[in-house]
């Protein structure tokens, strides 16, 4: 069964604004990755949280991680309408053999 | 420089074909992977490869043939090809010389497959 669930399916912002996309998961995890998909592209890799941290920062993004709840979230401030894309929450096994990537939000960034 | 890249970008075919894409990594990377994304943009793993060798081989119908020549290549040949084949293919690498898929995973394009 999939791993990783995300909510909500799609969000639309304006610029400016914040956005908050959240996965949730079914069992323990080594780590938890995000990525970001433009439209026809590839992913590409924006930060992976330890299951031992609550907490990570890059740039504009803030991903946090609830073992207990088995969730994480994604947070982009200040977004911009290049922010535009899909976005997935990827995990991996207890294992550790493969990641298992969630449904995907489409975040639509409006100028 | 290209890290990972796919040929062709784009294939559309008749259905009974047979098919293969290619997929080439210049990251140094010991561990390959073949993801198929389908129409509602669920990306599912198909194969992994750690050194030439094969360490994933999720339930793919056995017309799926990934062949690994070396570290840096992971091609994937499709035999009699169907409609419901029809998806966007992504090879992936990873540095984890494990095979393990804790680290970063870096994505090639993709290629569209279209099954006529």
């Known amino acids: 069964s999939q791993q990783g669930e995300e909510d909500p399916q799609a969000l639309s912002i304006q610029e400016g604004e914040n956005a908050t996309m959240n996965c949730s998961y079914k069992?323990?995890?080594?780590?938890l990755q995000w990525y970001r998909q433009n439209s026809g592209r590839g992913l590409v890799h924006l930060i992976l949280i330890r299951s031992n941290e609550r907490e990570k920062h890059s740039g504009r993004l803030r991903v946090t991680l609830d073992t207990s709840k088995k969730s994480s979230s994604l947070l982009i401030t200040a977004s911009r309408a290049a922010d535009t894309a899909s976005y997935f929450c990827a995990t991996d096994t207890p294992s550790g053999s493969r990641l298992t990537f969630g449904e995907g939000t489409q975040l639509t960034v409006n100028p | 420089d290209t890290a990972v890249s796919q040929t062709p970008k784009y294939l559309v075919t008749q259905m009974g074909n047979d098919k293969s894409i290619k997929c080439e990594q210049n990251l140094g990377h010991d561990t390959m992977y073949w993801y198929k994304q389908d129409s509602k943009k669920f990306l599912k793993i198909m194969f992994s490869?750690?050194?030439?060798?094969?360490?994933i081989n999720e339930t793919v119908p056995n017309r799926f043939s990934p062949k690994s020549p070396d570290k840096a290549h992971l091609n994937l040949h499709i035999n009699s090809l169907e409609l419901g084949d029809s998806a966007v293919y992504f090879c992936?690498?990873?540095?984890?010389?494990?095979?393990?898929?804790?680290?970063?995973?870096?994505f090639g394009p993709g290629t569209r497959l279209t099954v006529l």
């Open positions: 490869y750690n050194n030439k060798e094969l360490i």
């Open positions: 992936a690498s990873s540095q984890d010389g494990t095979g393990l898929a804790t680290d970063t995973q870096y």
């Open positions: 069992t323990s995890i080594n780590n």
